[in-house]
């Protein structure tokens, strides 16, 4: 399923009148209650690339510090504060509705006290992370994605990595290229219902 074209999850205040839904998901055996909304992507439910990533990966141990980039409604990085009792987890999102919800959700989880749903330039500039994670905005364009994934891997931990999840028919083979050109090792680690899972090291 396909985002309608009048759904412009990447824009900063959606243009479309502002409803919510609930959806119910299961991912790394957490059972999630989220609110979603219009103009907000994946809106009443868990996206395919999403679930490919949390199906086709485990949640990380021993991890302090967690980028979510793109958040969306927040499930990923809402998984992950779940999953690591002790983390601190940081999502970021250009659209207000999807921090809107980020937030309201973490709440609703009980995890607010560690989970932070920011636009990109309330980040503090010397933030770093030991992972992140993130299904990327790809309809963006790939100058705009490229240059995202170049302002926030720098952000990586020594020893820390990405696990993104990008269609295939969208360009991932040619972005883990990309970014093994661009000095950041990158292996596909899964590959299920048209989508890849990538992970990048940072050295």
Not at 22 to 45: H, K, N, P, Q, Y
Not at 134 to 163: C, D, F, M, Q, Y
Not at 171 to 200: H, N, Y
Request: with cysteine; glycine share 10%; hydrophobic share 40%.
């Amino acid at each position: 399923m396909t985002e309608q074209p009048d759904e412009h999850y990447f824009t900063a205040d959606p243009s479309v009148p502002f409803t919510r839904e609930r959806i119910e998901v299961e991912v790394w055996d957490e059972r999630l209650r989220l609110d979603t909304g219009s103009g907000v992507f994946a809106r009443g439910r868990l996206d395919v690339g999403t679930a490919v990533l949390f199906r086709e990966t485990d949640p990380p141990t021993e991890v302090e510090r967690v980028l979510d980039l793109g958040c969306g409604y927040g499930v990923i990085g809402l998984a992950l504060a779940r999953c690591l009792p002790d983390a601190r987890v940081t999502a970021v999102d250009v659209n207000e509705r999807a921090l809107l919800l980020a937030r309201e959700n973490a709440a609703g989880l009980g995890v607010a006290d560690r989970y932070e749903a920011l636009r990109p330039d309330e980040v503090a500039p010397d933030a770093t992370y030991d992972e992140i994670w993130s299904n990327p905005p790809i309809r963006i364009g790939k100058a705009a994605l490229h240059e995202l994934l170049l302002t926030w891997l720098p952000r990586l931990a020594p020893g820390g990595r990405a696990v993104l999840v990008v269609g295939r028919n969208l360009g991932a083979d040619s972005l883990q290229r990309w970014l093994g050109e661009q000095g950041w090792p990158t292996e596909r680690i899964a590959s299920a219902k048209g989508f890849r899972v990538l992970e990048v090291r940072r050295g």
